[in-house]
């Protein structure tokens, strides 16, 4: 028991909050850019199978990253005891949790349209969600080391990872590709739905907070547009608004790809 105890203990180490564009946040943007390039000119060229290999080793990280931070906030030693209290709004389903989820599901699926589906999200959804946070962590960066390390690790892997999706041509650099994307993404908004719904019908709402990709319609938002017609717009077209709003986001993200890479093969013929 006293081992398990001082485990936890390390597990909590602390360290100041980081702040927004501080060392610690540099030091990390600069580690998501070096690991895009790097993987861009080691694997840019590889098969399949060893493309596969990085995104499911990368989901498995960042799973493996994740229970560890489930750990942190459901155990804590105070005054010498283990004390155990789950911390709800971190249950690992948010938006920015789905990357380890698809990626972790392509080691799953075979070559083909749930595959292609797959590797499509994480190539549009999931590169903007981790430019949102990366660009802007807001309140992601608390006072623990390795919450702080895990969320910059698990943030920062998705844009690298997208972009080698799209460079090593495992996704169509076309218009459409977005579009085998969204039913992932759909999927995902259907399940974080439902474990809101459960949530309040349980009661859990009650002493805890819990809002999955928040849009829960019975709590709050915290999203900037999303928030602001939440409580004036009936739930189903907040809803809707929600899938609009990321999927032309994440459309933008491949976009964005593509004018680049058209680009950089104009300067190259000249």
């Not at 927004?20 to 943007?29: D, P, R, S, T």
């Not at 999927?187 to 849009?215: P, R, V």
């Not at 717009?233 to 032309?248: D, E, N, Q, R, T």
């Amino acid at each position: 028991m006293e081992f398990i105890k001082k485990v936890l203990v390390f597990l909590d180490a602390r360290m100041s909050t980081p702040e927004l564009y501080g060392w610690f946040h540099l030091l990390w943007l600069a580690l998501m850019v070096a690991a895009t390039v790097f993987l861009c000119r080691r694997f840019g060229k590889s098969d399949d199978k060893t493309i596969g290999r990085i995104v499911f080793v990368t989901a498995v990280i960042t799973a493996l990253l994740e229970v560890y931070k489930q750990i942190n906030y459901t155990f804590e030693v105070k005054d010498g005891e283990i004390v155990t209290d789950y911390l709800w709004y971190a249950f690992p389903f948010q938006f920015c949790s789905m990357p380890m989820y698809v990626g972790l599901l392509t080691g799953i699926f075979r070559k083909g349209r749930v595959h292609d589906a797959l590797y499509a999200f994480l190539s549009t959804y999931a590169i903007f969600a981790g430019l949102c946070v990366m660009a802007y962590p807001g309140d992601v960066f608390t006072s623990t080391i390795g919450v702080n390390i895990e969320t910059m690790i698990c943030h920062a892997s998705m844009i690298p990872i997208g972009v080698l999706l799209l460079y090593s041509g495992k996704v169509k650099k076309e218009h459409t590709t977005v579009l085998k994307a969204v039913p992932v993404f759909g999927a995902a908004i259907t399940i974080a739905t439902i474990l809101n719904e459960i949530a309040y019908y349980s009661g859990l709402l009650e002493h805890d907070d819990f809002n999955m990709f928040y849009i829960s319609r019975h709590m709050d938002g915290h999203l900037p547009v999303y928030s602001l017609v939440q409580d004036v717009i009936p739930y189903p077209f907040c809803l809707i608004i929600y899938i609009a709003g990321f999927s032309i986001a994440a459309y933008i993200m491949l976009l964005g790809y593509i004018g680049i890479s058209s680009l950089a093969n104009k300067i190259r013929k000249k």
